[in-house]
């Protein structure tokens, strides 16, 4: 199920994950999913128990004595009775507990993700309060879904008693000859008396199991409804089809692009049409917010246009095998994301079978060699937590080397050189100048000095892409 929900989550793409919160998705994917393992492994199996083992004692008991038999005949049905009753409020509580958890979990990892600002303004302390009140907030819910799982056992193992209490009167009241009928044959005998007590317990037992169960199958159900959700998430991605991408640099054409991220919401982009050229870097500029990562997002396969087609070759990308599309892009963000592991785990997520002769071609194309041999451990130097030890110009050139270890034909670059230093910003560009050689590339900036590497720029205006005319202008414009 994790494998499931991890893969539905990397076809979702960022287009779903940026706007989900990190701490609820880690929390379904660790607890939530969890709880769909008592269900699996023990309420199917006692279900089957339950229906199958009173059969056969009924089975037994009948030919014995038949008012026996349909004791345990009328008075079977309470127990499930009474476990859908408590259960469905079991259900609602264990719905509140997991949403109080996935907040919990969410809050607190945005606290320690921002632990560094708290400090700053002094307001760590403050959040403590705050995290300890959500904390004894989510112990009380658990608590109540506790009170109800006993609650649930107290009342079945009742009715169980009070049917075993009733088929004990009946035998005892046939024994002092009060009660004559039941037996098929003469009367009551201690060895049919005997029988039927000794089995009366085990009759009960796999329902009253089943009761005991029976909340780990409503805990089931509220994790599975959240999980179902992002299942039945519905696909804003390009899922493509079965057709090979072409091979080379290709031609790339956006035709009548019209997206907007929801139906409720204006358009980001409006009857937008843009061709990139076979090895041709095409700059686009424009204020923040304007729509250029919601086309490079496009552009990617992460979102899907509701209007117009992304044309590869004159092929739409929807018609295009997603893994293979994946493999042929290659995304430099502004935001460049380092995993926990070393610095050749990071580069290995570009192509995993890269030789060693490989990565350090990529780190001495990006610039990175002078760094990497300063590290203690080189390549194998770890990383830490968001890049924990690396600076932001580091952290930009090992982005970069992995697009060159990619070696894919299309390059999509969004802000690489924001937030660098003058110095910084220029061994970048001088890394990306080298990357931007022969391949079909799309560079999202507002930097004059990033504009210098392109053959032609593109101003986005209310979602449609305006020719500037040459780098020179737009320089003046921006």
């Not at 509701?306 to 929807?318: M, N, R, T, Y």
């Not at 970048?428 to 799309?442: A, I, N, Y």
């Amino acid at each position: 199920m994790r494998v499931a929900l991890l893969s539905r989550l990397a076809e979702l793409g960022p287009s779903y994950t940026r706007n989900q919160r990190a701490g609820e998705i880690s929390s379904l994917v660790i607890e939530q999913t969890e709880a769909l393992d008592a269900f699996i492994a023990r309420y199917l199996p006692q279900m089957s128990l339950a229906a199958l083992l009173p059969l056969v004692i009924l089975a037994f008991v009948f030919p014995i004595n038949w008012v026996a038999g349909l004791v345990f005949l009328c008075t079977a049905p309470l127990i499930p009775l009474a476990m859908a009753l408590v259960g469905m409020k079991a259900a609602d509580a264990n719905r509140r507990n997991f949403k109080a958890l996935a907040l919990l979990s969410s809050y607190f990892l945005d606290v320690v993700q921002g632990l560094i600002t708290l400090k700053l303004f002094s307001k760590s302390r403050e959040q403590t309060h705050i995290i300890g009140k959500n904390a004894e907030e989510f112990r009380i819910r658990t608590m109540q879904v506790l009170r109800l799982a006993f609650l649930s056992s107290a009342v079945l193992e009742f009715f169980a008693s009070v049917s075993i209490a009733i088929l004990a009167v009946y035998l005892g009241f046939s024994f002092l000859g009060l009660i004559e009928v039941g037996s098929w044959s003469g009367g009551v005998t201690l060895y049919h008396a005997l029988f039927i007590l000794i089995l009366a317990p085990e009759f009960y037992l796999p329902l009253k199991e089943l009761g005991t169960h029976y909340h780990a199958k409503q805990e089931a159900i509220a994790a599975a409804e959240r999980l179902m959700d992002i299942f039945d998430e519905l696909d804003r991605a390009e899922t493509g089809g079965d057709q090979e991408p072409p091979t080379g640099a290709p031609t790339v054409h956006l035709s009548n692009i019209g997206f907007s991220y929801a139906a409720h919401l204006p358009p980001v982009l409006r009857n937008l049409n843009l061709t990139l050229n076979s090895g041709e870097c095409v700059a686009l500029v424009g204020p923040s917010g304007v729509g250029k990562s919601s086309l490079l997002s496009v552009l990617a396969g992460f979102d899907r246009p509701q209007e117009g087609a992304v044309l590869i070759e004159g092929i739409p990308l929807s018609a295009l095998k997603r893994s293979s599309w994946m493999k042929r892009i290659a995304l430099v963000s502004q935001h460049t994301t380092l995993f926990p592991g070393s610095i050749r785990d990071n580069l290995l997520m570009a192509r995993p079978d890269a030789t060693d002769a490989q990565l350090d071609r990529a780190c001495e194309q990006a610039a990175l060699t002078d760094v990497i041999v300063q590290l203690p451990k080189g390549l194998d130097t770890p990383v830490g937590e968001a890049g924990l030890g690396f600076s932001g110009g580091q952290i930009q050139r090992l982005s970069l080397a992995r697009a060159f270890l990619k070696d894919a034909p299309i390059v999509l670059l969004d802000e690489p050189t924001a937030s660098l230093d003058a110095e910084n910003e220029q061994k970048v560009l001088e890394s990306l100048t080298l990357l931007c050689k022969g391949r079909t590339t799309l560079l999202v900036t507002h930097r004059p000095a990033s504009m210098a590497i392109a053959d032609r720029v593109y101003r986005l205006v209310d979602g449609r892409c305006e020719a500037v005319g040459d780098v020179k202008m737009a320089k003046g414009e921006i």
